[in-house]
């Protein structure tokens, strides 16, 4: 009991419970809020959420991991953005799409060849919005994802100065300003470009989605058809991202082995799902191990 | 400029458990917060080991020492990289006892390892348990099944946190020498090696459910008895193999970029034109077949019913 008293006097703590309180209260709140508005398009408050969601998703205030490893991902972000917007479902759907694009990101040294967040949380945000389905969503997230890296680099640019800032506290000896430095400073700066663009992005951008979805439907029909073949196209480079990495050597046939698993398992029981498949993947991970021994380890290659 | 530690009467100073958690804590937090190009994580591992220093210096000057020790450039993977804090951690220990670990020690040990375990921990975290949850998660999602992103989220959460206290424990307890014992071991290469297996398996799966290509086109081939015939491309082929071009394209895709270096945003770039291309109306307008492009967006297009004529 002393020792969650004691917590509680820490001010990081603190920003972190109310941060994380009162995103939860808004998300239940969302939904009622949203229908009290326009029937369509998205509410002022409903974009505030997003932005909100997105700014969490980069901030250290979900310990650190959930941030970057959970509403960082397309597939968490889209399925939050479909509460706050009424359909989980959808949400979850079109996150999901816009995420296999992603499955090879990989953040190393601060850079990043996109931003998912953005494409998750604007993304899944504007295609709800315009009414995409998510085949077609996936141009929609690449293209929102590509200009979001300017909020990541303008942010490394500029946390530089609170770096010298914390150089400033420690020649005074102060420990508390010197850890203060590292999270208070960058992120109010943090919040203040991201929360402000990706809530603008989603209030004005769904209704001129929304116009220009109709436009395209009754005048040139085949552009949203290719967006929906673009939809089955592009993920076969966030899967090529990812077998940069590990199709490698003698993992290499499990790949196709994968491949027609699902291809034939479908057609037998259309409820076959990618866990069943990961089970499998256990059982013949360790068999694949144990009987290779070390020549199982000698095409070892890094993502670095 | 550094001020040397004394190494005679001094009193033991020894970290509890609490201590190396909070600073845990702290690091697992806020690794990122101030993420930036000139020292990455430097002011975040300042930040985790304030709680050390608190407990272990009383002079400021070694306060002093120690947040510039600590301040400098550093990054690394911030859940398997957390081995190194806990071996700084333990060296930090020892320091304030008394022992001969001078800032190059400790220096060393900080850019010596946090090369190498970026690597590491980047191939395991977010090379390889990553995109198989993610794949899962994403796999159930399609199927309209909130549990993907919960599950998701529950999951990875839970095992990056409980991998990262884990590595954070062992290079406190094992030290600077455990540490390169333990990257020596091959114990990591075999976990690496297995999980290759694993992520080629649902990757596959993965290209099987997400990636489509439909042949749309059906292109006459002439006319018997007034019944225009067609040449069905997309049966030919499935009769094949079902989904043997989004497999050929998958490969063709992965050979691109990682054996010809193709950048990924131009192959995307290309990719859209060629739907937008292969989504145009051609055939509608030269009325060849019933089928107006050359690709499809959901399935086969269905071989056209014969008509009279051509």
Redesign the interface.
């Known amino acids: 009991m002393t020792r969650t008293l004691s917590l509680l006097r820490s001010p990081k703590i603190v920003a972190a419970a109310i941060s994380m309180g009162i995103f939860g209260a808004l998300l239940v709140a969302g939904p009622v809020f949203g229908a009290d508005g326009d029937s369509t398009g998205v509410s002022l408050f409903q974009a505030l959420l997003i932005g909100l969601g997105y700014y969490l998703s980069n901030s250290p205030w979900l310990a650190g991991n959930g941030g970057f490893f959970g509403f960082y991902r397309p597939l968490v972000a889209g399925f939050i953005v479909g509460i706050i917007l009424g359909d989980p479902v959808k949400g979850a759907e079109i996150g999901a799409a816009i995420n296999v694009l992603y499955l090879g990101f990989i953040s190393a040294g601060g850079s990043i060849p996109a931003d998912p967040s953005v494409a998750g949380w604007v993304g899944t945000a504007l295609a709800i919005g315009g009414g995409l389905d998510a085949q077609q969503a996936v141009v929609f997230g690449v293209a929102v994802g590509l200009v979001g890296t300017v909020i990541f680099f303008t942010r490394m640019s500029v946390d530089a100065v609170f770096a010298h800032w914390a150089d400033a506290r420690a020649e005074e000896g102060d420990l508390r300003g010197v850890a203060m430095m590292n999270w208070l400073p960058p992120q109010i700066f943090l919040f203040i470009i991201s929360v402000i663009p990706a809530t603008v992005a989603v209030y004005a951008g769904s209704a001129v989605v929304a116009d220009w979805i109709n436009w395209l439907s009754s005048n040139a029909p085949w552009v949203l058809k290719g967006f929906q073949i673009a939809g089955g196209l592009l993920p076969a480079i966030g899967i090529a991202m990812n077998m940069r990495f590990i199709f490698r050597g003698a993992a290499i046939p499990y790949f196709f082995v994968g491949y027609l698993l699902f291809v034939y398992g479908r057609t037998f029981t259309p409820q076959l799902n990618l866990v069943a498949i990961a089970i499998v993947g256990v059982a013949l991970a360790f068999l694949h191990v144990h009987l290779l021994g070390d020549r199982a380890v000698q095409q070892r290659g890094t993502v670095r | 400029m550094t001020a040397e530690a004394p190494q005679v009467d001094r009193p033991q100073v020894s970290l509890s458990k609490g201590d190396v958690q909070r600073s845990f804590w702290?690091w697992?937090?806020?690794?990122?917060?101030?993420?930036?190009?000139?020292?990455?994580q430097?002011?975040?591992f300042?930040?985790a080991m304030?709680p050390i220093?608190?407990r272990l210096y009383k002079d400021?000057?070694e306060?002093?020492a120690a947040?510039?020790r600590h301040?400098v450039f550093f990054?690394t993977e911030?859940?398997v990289g957390g081995v190194i804090h806990g071996a700084v951690i333990a060296m930090e220990e020892q320091r304030a006892n008394g022992a001969d670990i001078d800032d190059d020690a400790i220096n060393s040990v900080k850019t010596g390892l946090m090369?190498p375990l970026?690597?590491?921990g980047?191939?395991i975290?977010?090379?390889?348990i990553?995109?198989?949850l993610?794949?899962?998660?994403?796999?159930?999602?399609?199927?309209?099944?909130?549990l993907?992103?919960?599950l998701?989220?529950v999951l990875?959460?839970g095992i990056?946190?409980g991998l990262?206290y884990f590595m954070w424990m062992q290079g406190y307890e094992r030290g600077r020498e455990g540490v390169t014992a333990m990257l020596r071991s091959?114990l990591l290469?075999?976990v690496?090696?297995?999980?290759?297996?694993?992520?080629?398996?649902?990757?596959?799966?993965?290209?099987?459910?997400?990636?489509?290509?439909?042949i749309g086109w059906h292109p006459v081939t002439g006319t018997v008895q007034d019944q225009t015939q067609y040449f069905d491309i997309q049966g030919t082929v499935s009769s094949i193999l079902?989904?043997l071009l989004?497999?050929l394209?998958?490969i063709l895709?992965?050979w691109?970029?990682?054996r010809r270096r193709v950048s990924?945003?131009l192959?995307?770039g290309v990719?859209?034109a060629?739907?937008?291309i292969?989504?145009?109306?051609f055939f509608g307008f030269f009325s060849t077949s019933d089928c107006g492009?050359f690709?499809?967006?959901?399935g086969a297009c269905a071989v056209p019913t014969p008509s009279p004529g051509g």
Request: no cysteine.
């Open positions: 702290l697992t937090f806020f690794s990122h917060a101030n993420y930036n190009y000139e020292r990455l430097g002011t975040a300042a930040q304030t220093i608190r400021p000057e306060i002093k947040l510039r301040l990054n911030p859940n090369g970026a690597g590491i980047d191939t975290s977010q090379g390889t990553t995109p198989i993610l794949t899962i998660g994403i796999g159930l999602a399609t199927q309209g099944n909130i993907g992103p919960i998701y989220f990875e959460v990056m946190l990262a091959g290469d075999r690496i090696a297995g999980a290759g297996v694993l992520g080629n398996l649902v990757l596959g799966a993965l290209a099987a459910q997400f990636v489509t290509l439909w079902p989904g989004p497999l394209f998958v895709t992965w691109l970029l990682a990924p945003i192959l995307l990719y859209v060629i739907a937008m292969g989504a145009w109306d492009s690709l499809n967006a959901f």
